[in-house]
């Protein structure tokens, strides 16, 4: 069987919607997620940037963009 990387996916997530809602974070926080999804369907999952608002994130997810395509 592959277990080779078939894509990444990059979202934003509100922490009430992620396993994060568990750890002592802020209800009004926004992560930048990474999601690294194999041919076999198995999906990984980091967390990569916390933020106070979703225009924050927002705006961090612009940036890892920018860093990722120049």
């Given at each position: 069987m592959n277990t080779?990387?078939?894509r990444a996916t990059l979202v934003l997530e509100h922490?009430?919607?992620t396993e994060d809602a568990e750890e002592e974070?802020?209800?009004?926080?926004?992560c930048v997620v990474a999601?690294?999804?194999?041919?076999?369907g198995r999906r990984d999952?980091?967390?990569?940037?916390r933020c106070g608002t979703r225009e924050?994130?927002?705006e961090t997810l612009g940036?890892?963009?920018?860093?990722?395509?120049?």
């Open positions: 080779s990387a078939q922490t009430s919607a974070v802020g209800d009004d926080e926004w999601y690294l999804v194999y041919d076999s999952r980091a967390t990569l940037s924050e994130a927002a940036k890892m963009w920018q860093s990722l395509t120049q």
